[in-house]
Nanobody
Framework: QVQLVESGGGLVQAGDSLRLSCAAS????????MAWFRQAPGKEREFVAA????????EYADSVKGRFTISRDIAENRVYLQMDSLKPEDTAIYYC?????????????????WGQGTQVTVSS
C-alpha cells in the first residue's frame, strides 16, 4: 500500500507562484512513477505532470508546459509541483498519484494510488 498526502495549496493572484508537495509512505518510493492531476469544478480530472521512477524523465500537459515543474526527492519520499505564472484557469483541486511502474503515463487509469487533493485557487 502507498499513502499520499498533498500540501501547499492556497489562494493566490494571477502571476503568482505556488509549490505543492506530496509526501509518500508505504512501498519503496523510488520504484514507481509519480504524477499530478487536477480537477476543476464541473470538469473531469486531467493530467498535469509526471516524473519517472528516479526523476530522469518528466512529462507535462501542454497547458502547463513552461510554467510548471515536477520534481521528486527520493531521500525525502516527496514529489513537488512548482507552479509559476499561475492563471485563473489553473484553479482546481490538485491530486498526487503513484503508478506501479517506473515509466510515466498521462492517463489517470494508469495510476494505482491517489491522495486526497489540495485546493489551488487563482484570482484574476
Amino acid at each position: 500500500q502507498v499513502q499520499l498526502v498533498e500540501s501547499g495549496g492556497g489562494l493566490v493572484q494571477a502571476g503568482d507562484s505556488l509549490r505543492l508537495s506530496c509526501a509518500a509512505s508505504g512501498r519503496t518510493f523510488s520504484s514507481y512513477a509519480m504524477a499530478w492531476f487536477r480537477q476543476a469544478p464541473g470538469k473531469e480530472r486531467e493530467f498535469v505532470a509526471a516524473v519517472s521512477w528516479y526523476g530522469r524523465n518528466t512529462e507535462y500537459a501542454d497547458s502547463v508546459k513552461g510554467r510548471f515543474t515536477i520534481s521528486r526527492d527520493i531521500a525525502e519520499n516527496r514529489v513537488y509541483l512548482q507552479m509559476d505564472s499561475l492563471k485563473p484557469e489553473d484553479t482546481a483541486i490538485y491530486y498526487c498519484a503513484a503508478r506501479l511502474s517506473r515509466a510515466t503515463a498521462t492517463s489517470l487509469l494508469e495510476y494505482n494510488y491517489w491522495g486526497q487533493g489540495t485546493q489551488v485557487t487563482v484570482s484574476s
